[in-house]
């Protein structure tokens, strides 16, 4: 039986308001084992920690309870204050009556209750701890940044400036990303690719970063400080150290037919390719699926013409394996497919173009050599009406609940551009709300419509519909005049909403990093920690962690930077000896743990055991405590309940429920 | 039948293996058991009819610790526990040499005493290869007559099929008996309210006497210890002090063998109280293929378990929840 102290605190009036805290302290003093407690406004405080401290040496306490806040946001202040009075810090239980009692309930009867049953849990809970003690490991000095946009690129050349080595994955066969198709960026208007193509050259020259172009994440093991990860090389059959990049593979490639990617399919490009011109690296990739060489087996005109001798039709993807001590996700976005909104009528009229389209349009290496025109007939458009939230802020099933939050930033921009260059061309933008949150933004958004004269009307587009004469009617509501609007347009640009990309939810799950519902990955603290992911070691850059615009997307990129150099300045890191072990007596060697566990921490080993007088060799499972992270998946796979956890034991786990329960 | 035993004496004599594992003559018709035929005069005791019933897998656990091989022989439906014990390395695969026999649906005393038939002093026509259509019951009460397929088991209604999933040679053709349903009770118990089923599960399982019969037959349920036999998780004890303590052992033993049941029927076979033992298990075998798609346990030893494997396509447990 423990000496139990329990320590209940007001969090000012965020517990104390809706829980009776001084009616917990009298409940709880009547527990076994409990023989002090008492209540404080801030127990976080530097006077809270020190009454926890007195009592812990006056009363020769053998373990504690705090009943305050999640142990997400206080359990290592106060094992910290615990240790420094001598008792071991896990020995110290948190009862979270905030986050799971005061905050969600507002009858004070019920809240004290509640609050008073989760004190008795972890009072029962306690009785049964240990004095663990946690090891050591040591840190792996090289991050690793998956995804090679801006945001990547960004965390990258900042790691790699405070001496780190840093490698960054990017599946496309160049670095640059979205930012790359852009054409000119709010609210300052400069080229997308003057301010972007530096930094490419910075990333690929910089002698700390390492790219692995064409290249994606395969598998991760390990865990904070010694991540080990699978990286395949998809096969380029070009020779990166032998090209030189002269391009006239793809000129002389005779099938010019594959949609381009960085076009977004609006026009076509050679099978052999480097996506865009200032591409890094400039060294083209072979696309197995419209090669005719790979198809037939007969062409081969880019071997023949490449005086490099850089071709190579045999290459294999290749699996590397690196380790690493973090780890940034910096995967980017996409915007939605628009298949569901059939009222728009984008999959019938090659006129209506989304945004990010029309940038490609808009710009000087795109499809239209930068001509402002019509897809259809190349026909200059003289109507142009632009459709906000295709997409975002939607409540139904078909869109996304969120705001995709660049959009009325780019429209305001991309609608002030066509007035400027093309003034004959009238300009239309329906709305549901202008959001221009940001510095300089509604100053920018203002002169789209004072200077620009580009005519917003707050309303929702119902249809387009494209009519015999290639033109595209326009039915509307303007809300605030109350009026049905039908107009002609030559175009429509949809401001559609993004999404995070694709392929971010296999890399969460590699990564065991939580994700919400709209796949954006989940930060461990909306406010304070936003650049980190619950897991350790896994930082977040850029839109995979919400819809962000350049500038925010280089300010967390910096952040995320700086997280990933306080982690690798480390030589060690103390691990959580909160780690499973296996009773060999009970083990039935059925490798059900090995099955579940996250980690790769189980192996099997055959070992003699003495079994009440049976002596025999059995297999049974064994646990590496360095790999194991305590997140429990086996002690409830374990059919026999030879698996336990220290800190957390099955034990210790049933005597809270049957405290609760009582 | 002596198909059999001749191979199994060939066997024997070879030195293939240094042991049998069948079953043997009863005390009474219908009541063969599992047993070990350390030599060939021992084997004059083997028998395999109808009532040959139970699955020998689980002893091949034992088997697999002692010197030699040991001759098993398992019907198709026995073979799938068989992989499943091989998959979680409780037997041994070189310790085995599996003899694969025909099975034609099994019939048990359980089943004629439904029919109307006690008192059995003999029974002609039970032969396990070839059986009649009609069997002849000598019984204290005098002759009876009963259709096989009415006294058959209830899984031989609802048969995985005809082939051995794991074997070294297979004597004996098997014969098709499929012809019920095996989620219609699930579905049934699934359309009750909440106090229906509990009335249902509540009748039912307040006839256990906690035998444990059902336990050390299953071959899933094949612990060193099992926790309602250990004092380190308190489960005993628990149960021990709930009013309705049954519901505990059996859910807690529907749960631990969760994705490892092969649905081989025996817990329902040896329950001396009649209790549908294997509703718990279909019913989670039905909502985990319904969850992550068809899976047969014991189909290979390979294949991880539907509990045990993480993919992509897994549901959200949201999602499990709103199911229900």
Known sequence: ?662 | MQELVKRAKELLADGTVTRVLGWKKGDLAYNPEPAFFENEEALSEFVYDSFCGANLSKYMIEASKKEGKTLVFLKPCDTYSFNQLLKEHRVLREKAYIVGVGCAGKISAEKMKEAGISGILEVEGADALNPSETLKVKTLYGDKEVSYKDVMLERCHVCKGKDHMIYDEIIGESRDTLDGDRMEKVREIEAMSPEEKFAFFQSELSRCIRCNACRNVCPACSCRKCVFDSTKFDSAQKANVDSFEEKMFHVIRAFHVAGRCTDCGECSRVCPQNIPLHLFNRKLISDMNEFYGEYQAGADAETKGPLTAFTQDDIEPSEARERG
């Not at chain 1, 004269?453 to 809300?479: E, H, R």
């Not at chain 1, 003699?608 to 025999?616: A, T």
Request: overall charge neutral.
């Open chain 1, 1 to 662: 039986m423990q000496r139990i102290g329990v320590f209940v605190c007001h969090c000012g009036s965020n517990i104390a308001a809706t829980v009776d805290v001084k009616r917990v302290v009298e409940t709880v003093k009547k527990e076994q084992g409990v023989v002090h407690a008492e209540d404080y406004p801030y127990m976080c405080s530097e006077a809270g920690q020190a009454l926890i401290a007195a009592a812990i040496k006056e009363k020769n306490l053998g373990g504690i309870v705090v009943c305050s806040c999640s142990p997400r946001m206080h359990e290592a202040t106060f094992r910290k204050a615990a240790e420094r009075a001598g008792l071991n810090p896990y020995m110290v239980e948190i009862a979270n009556i905030r986050e799971h009692c005061s905050w969600i309930h507002k009858d004070m009867e019920e809240a004290t209750e509640k609050a008073v049953i989760l004190a008795r849990a972890a009072i029962a809970k306690v009785h049964l701890n240990s004095h663990l003690q946690p090891g050591e490991s040591l840190v792996t000095k090289r991050a690793l940044v998956i995804g090679g946009g801006i945001a990547g690129i960004q965390t990258a050349l900042d790691i790699a400036e405070a001496g780190y080595e840093v490698d960054i994955v990017e599946k496309t066969p160049s670095i640059g990303g979205r930012m790359s198709q852009l054409d000119k960026t709010f609210p300052t208007l400069d080229c997308s690719a003057c301010i972007l193509t530096p930094k490419m050259v910075d990333a690929a020259a910089h002698e700390k970063i390492n790219l692995y172009t064409y290249s994606e994440v395969e598998s991760v093991s390990g865990f904070v400080g010694n991540f080990s990860v699978d990286i395949r090389k998809k096969a380029r059959f070009v020779d990166m150290n032998k090209c030189t990049g002269c391009g006239l593979c793809q000129e002389k490639c005779p099938s010019k037919k594959a949609k381009s990617e960085f076009n977004r399919g609006l026009n076509t490009r050679s099978a052999i390719y480097t996506p865009f011109a200032q591409a890094i690296p400039n060294v083209p990739v072979i696309d197995t699926e419209s090669c005719v060489k790979m198809k037939t087996g007969k062409c081969g005109l880019c071997e023949k013409v490449c005086q490099a001798g850089a071709i190579d039709y045999s290459q294999k993807d290749e699996i590397i394996t690196e380790k690493y001590g973090a780890i940034v996700v910096a995967t980017g976005f996409d915007t939605i497919n628009l298949d569901q909104y059939g009222e728009y009528a984008y999959n019938e009229s090659p006129d209506v173009i989304t945004s990010l389209e029309l940038e490609r349009v808009m710009n000087a290496a795109g499809p239209t050599k930068g001509h402002l025109e019509r897809l259809s007939d190349g026909k200059a458009p003289k109507e142009i009406v632009f459709i906000q939230c295709v997409g975002s802020r939607c409540d139904d099933h078909r869109g996304k609940p969120y705001c995709s939050k660049i959009c009325c930033m780019y429209t305001a921009k991309h609608a002030m551009l066509i007035r400027d260059k093309y003034p004959d061309v009238n300009v239309t933008v329906f709305y549901i709300d202008v959001r221009t949150p940001g510095k300089n933004f509604d100053e920018f958004y203002r002169r789209a419509v004072e200077e620009y004269g580009v005519n917003y009307i707050k309303g929702q587009v119902g249809k387009v519909v494209p009519q015999p004469d290639g033109s595209l009617l326009v039915q509307g509501s303007d809300l605030l005049d109350g009026k049905q609007i039908k107009m002609r347009a030559d175009m429509v640009v949809l401001a559609t909403a993004i999404e995070p990309e694709a392929g971010v939810r296999k890399i969460a799950t590699m990564l065991t990093a939580s994700i919400d519902t709209n796949n954006f990955l989940t930060e461990a603290h909306p406010k304070l920690r936003p650049v980190e992911s619950p897991t350790a070691g896994v930082f977040l850059s850029g839109v995979c962690q919400g819809p962000k615009d350049i500038p925010e997307t280089v300010s967390q990129a910096g952040a995320a930077a700086v997280k990933v150099i306080g982690l690798l300045a480390k030589d060690k890191l103390l691990t959580n000896p909160c780690t499973a072990e296996s009773d060999t007596l009970l083990c039935n060697g059925c490798s059900v743990c090995q099955n579940v566990c996250p980690y790769g921490a189980i192996g099997y080993e055959d070992k003699e055991v003495n079994d009440h007088g049976i002596r025999e060799t059995r297999r049974v499972a064994v646990v590496n405590s360095a790999l194991c992270q305590g997140c429990g998946a086996c002690t409830v796979a374990c059919p026999s309940g030879a698996m336990d956890l220290k800190g957390f034991s099955n034990r210790q786990i049933l005597a809270e429920v049957d405290a609760i329960c009582r």
